[in-house]
Every structure is written in structure tokens, then in C-alpha cells.
């Protein structure tokens, strides 16, 4: 629904927010790309944005299965 939205209105608040709301970024990054009306600063703050909470996201879901499938002993 963002991607249509985003063709409709490439310029509305709800499109520039989700241009950088890392779910949806990558859709709405590319609908903005293909018509034209992404620039390149654009570009890089929300692939930063998309990359850094990736990554926080992956730090974090280690840090619950190590320390909660990984330990067989006592309890937490």
C-alpha cells in the first residue's frame, strides 16, 4: 500500500516519513528512485538508517539467544 501510495504522492509527509522508518525505506527508497524524486542525501541517510538498525536488531537477537537458548544450566 506505501509503494502505491508513494507513485501517487511522492512528495506527501507520510511518504518522506517512510523514507526513512526502516520497514518500509526499502520499498518506498525504490518507488521514489524509479520516478525521480530521490535524491542522492535521501538515499544515503536511509540506507544508514536501514543498515544501523539491522544491525542493532541482529546485536540485540544474539544477546536474547545466547542468553536464553545457549544456557542449559540454571535458570535466569
Do not use: C, H, N, R
Not at 501510495?5 to 520497514?23: C, R
Not at 536488531?57 to 540454571?74: F, P, Q, R, T
Amino acid at each position: 500500500m506505501v509503494g502505491i501510495k508513494t507513485m501517487m504522492d511522492p512528495t506527501g509527509a507520510l511518504i518522506t516519513f517512510s523514507t526513512y522508518f526502516p520497514f518500509f525505506s526499502p520499498i518506498v527508497a525504490y518507488s521514489k528512485f524509479v520516478i525521480g524524486e530521490l535524491t542522492t542525501l535521501e538515499l544515503i541517510i536511509s540506507g544508514t538508517i536501514l543498515v544501523a538498525s539491522i544491525l542493532l536488531l541482529a546485536i540485540g537477537a544474539s544477546k536474547i539467544y545466547v542468553k536464553g537458548v545457549m544456557v542449559y544450566g540454571e535458570k535466569f
